[in-house]
T-cell receptor, first 111, second 113 residues
């Protein structure tokens, strides 16, 4: 079964502090993993995906298959990073694209 | 280019009433999805349609039906609304063959009394 777990409902840090939003997954095949973000009054949008191995807005995420994790990290948090973050896994047979989300973590960056 | 458009944005229903949430996308995407968002539960997949003419159940399909009317439109119907269906509903679309990125609508807030 496919499952995504984000253990923290709320993560509160001060501006300039490092941030790590945790994501663990359960999937029997080769996973495709993503981070989506929902800023206040904006649509849910893609932040980054593990395949592209890119850094977006200073955020990076590394897929660790041994620990089945895909934690999102940023060395220095900014107030504009405050948002709801969702980790997601694509599974399903063939190319159906069914995307399963975790419970979400609210990141609050205090000034 | 509107992207993904959902209607209505807000709706209040009484228990037992029916309603349909409409979703349309103008990005020529093959795949479309309906999710519900609840506090502490995150986003849960209700139904999805990998391509025109196909629909499949997601994690929480009970109490819902869907119709993939054409490539652009994917509707979600509540036949007999229950208070447990009070939620924010999101429609999304994706072209798996290109990027696989999901594009979301603004959401529809449904309250069932």
């Amino acid at each position: 079964a496919q499952r995504v777990t984000q253990p923290e409902k709320l993560l509160s840090v001060f501006k300039g502090a490092p941030v790590e939003l945790k994501c663990n997954y359960s999937y029997s095949g080769s996973p495709e993993l993503f981070w989506y973000v929902q800023y206040s009054r904006q649509r849910l949008q893609l932040l980054l995906r593990h395949i592209s191995r890119e850094s977006i807005k200073g955020f990076t995420a590394d897929l660790n298959k041994g620990e089945t994790s895909f934690h999102l990290k940023k060395p220095f948090a900014q107030e504009e990073d405050s948002a709801m973050y969702y980790c997601a896994l694509r599974g399903g047979s063939g190319n159906t694209g069914k995307l399963i989300f975790g419970q979400g973590t609210t990141l609050q960056v205090k000034p | 280019n509107a992207g993904v458009t959902q209607t209505p944005k807000f709706q209040v229903l009484k228990t037992g009433q029916s309603m349909t949430l409409q979703c349309a996308q103008d990005m020529n995407h093959n795949s479309m999805y309906w999710y519900r968002q609840d506090p502490g539960m995150g986003l849960r997949l209700i139904y999805y349609s990998a391509s025109e003419g196909t629909t499949d159940k997601g994690e929480v399909p009970n109490g819902y039906n869907v119709s993939r009317l054409n490539k652009r439109e994917f509707s979600l119907r509540l036949e007999s609304a229950a208070p447990s269906q009070t939620s924010v509903y999101f429609c999304a679309s994706s072209d798996l063959l290109i990027t696989g990125e999901l594009f979301f609508g603004e959401g529809s807030r449904l309250t069932v009394l």
